[in-house]
């Protein structure tokens, strides 16, 4: 187990195990990996029903729907435990399983009525997140056809509460922010360009949570996310260049967080634009010099933001964007912490897979090392165009040979291999790292 000398835990889990309750209930199950499920959990054919609850009301609602599961006739698979939950609903088992974590088969039309007419009054106060691939009938049951298509013109079989019968569509967001093209969308967020009527003739960008999403162990999710990173926005802006805080907007269990637009590619896509595909090895040495000075400048960002007591913990290539003056913009603070206050307490946990520091997955306190070792990552993205996660794993001479089949420069590959040092306090400081990428953007010049 990995050891972190002076660092603490950020909190401790006391997570329940779905199985426990379950077997003292008399329900009969197996384990099968993540899931706990009947003995025939298994159709071609058929309705899946799921059932969308917030993490932290797992185990209440399967106390509430005991009577169901006790019956032989019930086919189910339910996540093991909370822990497993958790990174269900964060999408780490992928955005087909968001949402789906009980679920029931039903193998004919009169069974799926059957029971979801059981399941309705138990299930009418609990909530949960949107699942995307299915049809919302109530609060939390959500139905989809297994197999087959679905014939032209039958109709949903399934009574729907009026409600989610139609999307509900917005033109505004607020009273004075207008989405006009949808940028990118996640499970969790989506991105809006907009325009801007309180500042007539300016964009601005949208960030939209979706209702219940990223819930955690303490019953936060992204609204608290969005509300943190206000605060993180209003904090930093005369520290930081940043995109500025214009409004955060909430309606029912969605929060809209409006920032200043910047016009820009992210910088990974302005790294694929530099490279074309081309290894290291074959770039000339003014297009790695340009590189290295992108580098640098989001070093040099994250320092200022160092100095200024926070933290980022969500360092990776989308995260910082370059505008048309070639100035590095650095964004989405959700799981940043304050070093000075402590807050938020407990921090947000995840991150992005492969750029996470060690510790960082092993919810100790945050500190600068999480984003010393997700700049390392970084770096290594930028000169090998591969994701993180292919590279770091094994012992560190492991590291060390899958550098070298890209043929970096001793001092680039040393300074990766030390920024991800698995101890935090053999890291390199952000000091030392500008030091060492500027000798080499010399080398190049």
């Not at 750029?355 to 290594?380: F, I, R, T, W």
Request: aromatic share 10%.
């Amino acid at each position: 187990m990995l050891q972190y000398p002076g660092l603490e835990k950020a909190f401790e889990l006391q997570l329940n195990e779905n199985d426990i309750l379950l077997e003292h209930a008399g329900v009969k199950f197996t384990n099968d990996h993540i899931w706990l499920t009947s003995l025939d959990f298994s159709a071609s054919r058929g309705w899946l029903i799921c059932l969308s609850v917030r993490t932290l009301s797992l185990q209440a609602l399967l106390s509430d729907i005991l009577p169901v599961l006790k019956d032989d006739r019930t086919i189910f698979r339910i996540i093991r435990n909370e822990h497993e939950a958790y990174r269900l609903h964060a999408g780490l088992y992928g955005p087909h399983l968001i949402g789906k974590g009980i679920q029931f088969i039903a193998r004919s039309e009169d069974d799926a009525r059957h029971l979801i007419d059981r399941l309705l009054p138990l299930t009418g106060h609990y909530t949960g997140r949107v699942i995307q691939d299915a049809m919302r009938i109530s609060n939390i049951i959500y139905v989809q056809r297994l197999g087959n298509k679905k014939p032209e013109k039958e109709p949903f079989p399934f009574a729907v509460e009026k409600r989610y019968l139609k999307p509900v569509t917005r033109k505004f967001v607020g009273h004075f922010y207008m989405p006009v093209e949808e940028l990118s969308y996640n499970p969790k967020t989506t991105i809006y360009k907009a325009f801007n009527l309180k500042n007539p003739f300016r964009w601005c960008l949208i960030k939209q949570g979706n209702s219940h999403t990223a819930d955690d162990h303490f019953g936060r999710d992204i609204r608290d996310k969005l509300s943190w990173q206000k605060k993180v926005i209003n904090a930093l802006e005369r520290h930081v260049r940043t995109p500025k805080f214009i409004d955060l907007v909430e309606y029912e269990a969605f929060s809209f967080l409006v920032l200043e637009y910047v016009e820009g590619p992210h910088a990974g896509q302005r790294i694929e634009q530099l490279r074309q595909g081309r290894s290291w090895r074959d770039l000339t040495a003014g297009t790695k010099k340009i590189i290295l000075e992108t580098y640098l400048s989001i070093l040099s960002i994250v320092q200022d933001m160092h100095a200024a007591g926070y933290v980022h913990r969500d360092i990776n290539e989308k995260n910082f964007i370059i505008d048309s003056a070639n100035r590095t913009y650095i964004i989405d603070f959700e799981m940043s912490c304050s070093l000075n206050d402590g807050l938020p307490d407990p921090p947000f946990t995840l991150g992005t897979v492969g750029y996470m520091s060690p510790e960082q997955m092993n919810y100790m306190k945050p500190h600068v090392g999480d984003d010393v070792y997700s700049l390392g990552a970084l770096l290594a993205h930028f000169l090998t165009g591969e994701l993180p996660q292919r590279i770091f794993f094994g012992e560190l001479y492991t590291v060390r040979e899958k550098l070298a089949e890209y043929v970096l420069e001793p001092l680039l590959a040393d300074l990766i291999i030390g920024m991800t040092n698995i101890n935090p306090s053999e890291r390199p400081s952000l000091n030392t790292a500008i030091v060492q990428t500027e000798k080499q953007i010399i080398f190049y010049a």
